[in-house]
């Protein structure tokens, strides 16, 4: 046996175990998804399905991919998604530039596409979705063993959603607030040019809490000031509500911040001299509308505490408090970097508790962190890597922070 070929059942037995091993439908995908990309060395793929709400489209349920796919959708019968799905005939197309499809083409504007493999699954019942693989021009080409294993790796999947008779749960974005596309940030020292981001698109919808997750240095608090006004991107478009900010002034980007965010840091960055209230009424005095200071304090568990200063109060009170300050300019987004890095497990989790009742009615919030349990609270985990979005996943049934465990 070659090793390619040792290679290939190796990858089907990964992909089995995954399945088997899996607690949920949607850890099955993702687990065995990410195995394929791995052997494959696939540079983006899609899971596509049929959401019932919409029965002439197929939407994104997940992907491994620099492009948030969230807002994308395909008509049934149009492009090699569409054309695959209707006809359950699996699409494979080796070399692109051979071979050009046209209804490939057409998934991909925009994109060298050099390879692409597009399977479809079902259960016993009716059609499900397809999966879609694609390397661009000049990486390797998918083989014929890539396909087959796409195929089988499919048709466990179908089994485990016959045996399971679980249902896809589509997650319905709200309005777009921002819009990120081919974002750069380098920084020059003399002669020396440090990219940070080379190339991040994001779309942030309304009402959702999104978590930017990473090792450090892969520019996941740099994409974060970015958002917040706090920095300007090198290269790259970057709309509020469809207005752009991309070539802002400094003045523009200061009323942006004060207008429209809330910031919360690690460093919790109380004035040390005045109490909590007074650091509340601080930020209320910068804004037209500010919330009451006292509500505020409420909302974080705090209003018992609202005359006691920085130093009189725990870690786990001073950034209730800076959570509090951030609520009181009635933000449209609220940032928060590594909220809880210089906590402890216990008040790590009061904080995050604070947080998880401020997204429920309906803020919406970005969050940095390392930390991969946090990410269960969020609707999407943004996972960067070598600034750049690497994969982006969708929790359709968000952990509580009270059942987080690290």
Not at 184 to 195: C, L, Y
Not at 327 to 348: F, G, H, M, N, Q
Request: glycine share 6%; net charge negative; charged share 25%.
């Amino acid at each position: 046996m070659d090793s390619s070929t040792k290679n290939f059942y190796l990858a089907i037995g990964k992909v089995q175990k995954c399945i088997s091993n899996a607690e949920t439908l949607e850890e099955a995908f993702q687990g065995s998804l990410r195995i394929i990309i791995d052997n494959c060395n696939a540079e983006q793929a899609v899971i596509w399905y049929a959401d019932k709400s919409d029965a002439d489209r197929l939407h994104p349920y997940y992907w491994i991919s620099p492009l948030d796919m969230m807002s994308k959708s395909h008509p049934v019968g149009e492009g090699a998604v569409g054309e695959v799905y209707e006809t359950q005939l699996s699409k494979v197309v080796l070399d692109f530039a051979a071979e050009p499809d046209e209804q490939t083409a057409r998934d991909f504007r925009g994109v060298e596409v050099g390879s692409m493999i597009c399977v479809p699954f079902s259960n016993d019942y009716e059609k499900i979705g397809c999966i879609q693989m694609i390397t661009t021009a000049g990486q390797r080409p998918f083989t014929d063993e890539d396909a087959d294993l796409c195929e089988i790796m499919v048709m466990m999947a179908a089994m485990a959603i016959t045996d399971n008779a679980e249902r896809l749960i589509p997650w319905k974005a709200g309005e777009v607030v921002i819009s990120l596309r081919d974002i750069k940030r380098e920084f020059t020292n003399g002669e020396i040019v440090t990219k940070v981001l080379k190339g991040v698109n994001l779309d942030i919808y309304k009402g959702e809490f999104l978590t930017l997750l990473g090792e450090s240095g892969c520019g996941k608090s740099t994409l974060l000031n970015i958002i917040g006004g706090m920095d300007q991107a090198t290269s790259g478009s970057f709309h509020y509500l469809g207005q752009d900010f991309s070539k802002a002034t400094q003045d523009q980007l200061t009323d942006f911040r004060r207008d429209n965010i809330g910031f919360i840091f690690q460093g919790y960055n109380l004035m040390p001299n005045l109490n909590a209230i007074q650091n509340l009424d601080l930020i209320g005095e910068l804004v037209e509308n500010p919330m009451d200071s006292e509500e505020a304090l409420e909302l974080v568990g705090l209003s018992q505490r609202k005359n006691n200063y920085p130093s009189q109060l725990s870690g786990g009170q001073q950034q209730r408090v800076s959570i509090a300050r951030a609520l009181v300019k009635r933000p449209k987004l609220i940032l928060a970097d590594e909220p809880t890095a210089a906590l402890d497990y216990t008040t790590s989790i009061e904080v995050l508790s604070v947080m998880e009742r401020i997204v429920e009615s309906g803020a919406t919030m970005v969050m940095v962190t390392h930390n991969e349990e946090i990410t269960r609270m969020a609707d999407r985990v943004v996972h960067m890597r070598d600034g750049k979005i690497f994969e982006v996943t969708v929790n359709r049934h968000r952990a509580h922070a009270e059942d987080l465990v690290w």
